[in-house]
């Protein structure tokens, strides 16, 4: 039995994802101050710009839990503002990212497409661990163009751009799955049924 | 790709659905609309809560009862009046607010919620008003001051306004069609999304009015509330749309 955990920093649709979480596991709402220790998963939920989520992330050391986390083999979800706080940093704000990853994200050109790119897009998978072949909700004015990942989801806009990664147990989705309807329900159930598969 | 947008009009817990913004008349339980629409994988949905704008108090238990029904992405619009209602909006499970009167009375909590919350979530509405004799104007719903197009388009782009949502009341449930893209072509020069609403006829219409480059969404009312110009209430998502304009 999966135990699930979502971060809540006073930023980001929690109710929305607790509930759709819920369709398949049993999760707990945790805040910054709680302990990751009894969790195989975390996910942290995106509402928010990238400078209120990276103060809120810095103010509860949520770099060093991300690390100690994933260092016992645990799992973390970050969601659109919640993956993005895991680069090094954003043309949309000051501070630094949490530079889990290197990346840096830009903004979209908006002398040539709209921005925010604000819609439901399809979504491509590169040798991705579970099942994605469908579209989801983004709304977001920044995206990273650039990066290494092997196991990724690129989606067209103005170029192509990142919309989703796996790599060392982290998973980010630039899109948010919890508001993707009945796509949305399959993506947790997928991944959910992924993790179980390889925790067993 | 290109949004549908039903809008659910509320009021004291009551879905309703008004002609030309007055005459609200009950179409049946809002939870339950919100759960027929996200369950027809609706675009977005936006609640309009009409008696929350004008009595400026926010009913946040029933908005919960709401949010709790939908999977698809929710716009919250009426009496948001300081930056805790964002946050409380946002935590419930709403992913856009919209904001009229306050760009003008308050813009620094709008630009405030823009810092917090990011632009792509706060969305900017402008309303079209009929004159007292002939012609019409732009103003928030719930006020008489008025404001020129230039005025919005200044607002919208100094607070970094995500969205903007168009809100063509003269022709708000008549089925009479949407007569003013001259205005919508003239806020995509801002390049940010436009959503427009108010008097669309049929599902045809909105075919048309996606080809058009400049619209990201149309708002649906009527269209969403009734069956057809009869106005016999079924809660239904406009589906006879060329696959192509939507995912």
Same mark, same amino acid.
């Given at each position: 039995?999966?135990?699930?955990?979502?971060?809540?920093? !006073?930023?980001?649709?929690v109710k929305s994802l607790e509930k759709i979480c819920r369709k398949f596991i049993d999760v707990q709402i945790i805040n910054g101050h709680s302990c990751w220790s009894q969790f195989d998963l975390v996910i942290f939920p995106g509402v928010g710009s990238f400078d209120a989520a990276v103060t809120a992330a810095n103010k509860y050391s949520i770099k060093e839990k991300i690390i100690s986390h994933l260092q016992k083999n645990n799992h973390f979800l970050g969601i659109c503002v919640g993956m993005q706080v895991l680069f090094e940093s954003s043309e949309e704000g000051m501070c630094d990212g949490l530079s889990l990853f290197k990346g840096h994200?830009?903004?979209?050109?908006? /002398? =040539? #497409? @709209?921005? +925010?790119?604000?819609?439901?897009?399809?979504?491509? +998978? &590169?040798?991705? +661990?579970?099942?994605?072949?469908s579209v989801f909700y983004f709304t977001h004015s920044f995206a990273l163009f650039e990066h290494g990942f092997n196991k990724f989801i690129d989606t067209q806009y103005e170029s192509k751009f990142l919309s989703g990664f796996y790599e060392n147990n982290v998973l980010g989705t630039q899109f948010h799955p919890e508001?993707?309807?009945?796509? !949305? %329900?399959k993506f947790f159930e997928s991944y959910f049924n992924y993790l179980k598969k390889v925790r067993s | 790709m290109k949004r549908i947008i039903p809008v659910i009009q509320i009021s004291h817990r009551k879905g309703v659905k008004t002609i030309q913004g007055y005459n609200p008349k009950y179409i049946g339980c809002p939870v339950n609309? @919100?759960?027929?629409?996200?369950? =027809? /994988?609706?675009?977005e949905i936006i609640i309009n809560d009409i008696a929350a704008s004008k009595e400026q108090v926010i009913d946040f238990d029933y908005l919960q009862l709401i949010s709790n029904e939908a999977y698809v992405p929710l716009c919250y619009s009426g009496g948001v009046s300081c930056l805790s209602d964002f946050d409380i909006l946002f935590n419930m499970g709403f992913e856009k607010v919209a904001c009229?009167?306050?760009?003008?009375?308050?813009? /620094? %909590? @709008?630009?405030?919620? #823009?810092?917090?919350? !990011? =632009? =792509?979530?706060?969305?900017?509405?402008?309303?079209?008003?009929?004159?007292?004799?002939?012609? &019409?104007h732009f103003s928030t719903f719930h006020s008489n001051l008025r404001?020129?197009?230039?005025?919005?388009?200044?607002?919208f782009d100094k607070l970094n306004i995500g969205?903007?949502?168009f809100n063509n009341i003269i022709d708000d449930g008549t089925f009479n069609g949407f007569k003013h893209i001259d205005y919508i072509e003239i806020l995509s020069n801002l390049k940010k999304p436009v959503v427009l609403q108010g008097g669309i006829s049929s599902s045809d219409e909105i075919e048309t009015l996606l080809v058009n480059d400049s619209v990201s969404g149309v708002a649906v009312g009527s269209l969403s509330c009734y069956r057809s110009k009869k106005r016999g209430v079924l809660i239904n998502y406009p589906k006879e749309i060329a696959p192509h304009l939507l995912v």
């Amino acid at each position: 039995m999966l135990s699930v955990a979502i971060l809540d920093l !006073g930023l980001g649709n929690v109710k929305s994802l607790e509930k759709i979480c819920r369709k398949f596991i049993d999760v707990q709402i945790i805040n910054g101050h709680s302990c990751w220790s009894q969790f195989d998963l975390v996910i942290f939920p995106g509402v928010g710009s990238f400078d209120a989520a990276v103060t809120a992330a810095n103010k509860y050391s949520i770099k060093e839990k991300i690390i100690s986390h994933l260092q016992k083999n645990n799992h973390f979800l970050g969601i659109c503002v919640g993956m993005q706080v895991l680069f090094e940093s954003s043309e949309e704000g000051m501070c630094d990212g949490l530079s889990l990853f290197k990346g840096h994200l830009k903004r979209f050109n908006k /002398n =040539s #497409v @709209v921005v +925010p790119h604000m819609m439901w897009d399809k979504c491509e +998978p &590169h040798d991705f +661990p579970f099942e994605i072949n469908s579209v989801f909700y983004f709304t977001h004015s920044f995206a990273l163009f650039e990066h290494g990942f092997n196991k990724f989801i690129d989606t067209q806009y103005e170029s192509k751009f990142l919309s989703g990664f796996y790599e060392n147990n982290v998973l980010g989705t630039q899109f948010h799955p919890e508001k993707s309807g009945s796509n !949305g %329900i399959k993506f947790f159930e997928s991944y959910f049924n992924y993790l179980k598969k390889v925790r067993s | 790709m290109k949004r549908i947008i039903p809008v659910i009009q509320i009021s004291h817990r009551k879905g309703v659905k008004t002609i030309q913004g007055y005459n609200p008349k009950y179409i049946g339980c809002p939870v339950n609309a @919100v759960k027929i629409l996200s369950d =027809s /994988n609706a675009s977005e949905i936006i609640i309009n809560d009409i008696a929350a704008s004008k009595e400026q108090v926010i009913d946040f238990d029933y908005l919960q009862l709401i949010s709790n029904e939908a999977y698809v992405p929710l716009c919250y619009s009426g009496g948001v009046s300081c930056l805790s209602d964002f946050d409380i909006l946002f935590n419930m499970g709403f992913e856009k607010v919209a904001c009229e009167n306050l760009l003008f009375t308050e813009p /620094n %909590i @709008v630009q405030q919620a #823009v810092d917090k919350f !990011g =632009s =792509s979530s706060i969305v900017g509405c402008i309303t079209l008003k009929k004159k007292f004799l002939f012609g &019409h104007h732009f103003s928030t719903f719930h006020s008489n001051l008025r404001y020129s197009i230039d005025d919005y388009l200044h607002i919208f782009d100094k607070l970094n306004i995500g969205e903007i949502l168009f809100n063509n009341i003269i022709d708000d449930g008549t089925f009479n069609g949407f007569k003013h893209i001259d205005y919508i072509e003239i806020l995509s020069n801002l390049k940010k999304p436009v959503v427009l609403q108010g008097g669309i006829s049929s599902s045809d219409e909105i075919e048309t009015l996606l080809v058009n480059d400049s619209v990201s969404g149309v708002a649906v009312g009527s269209l969403s509330c009734y069956r057809s110009k009869k106005r016999g209430v079924l809660i239904n998502y406009p589906k006879e749309i060329a696959p192509h304009l939507l995912v």
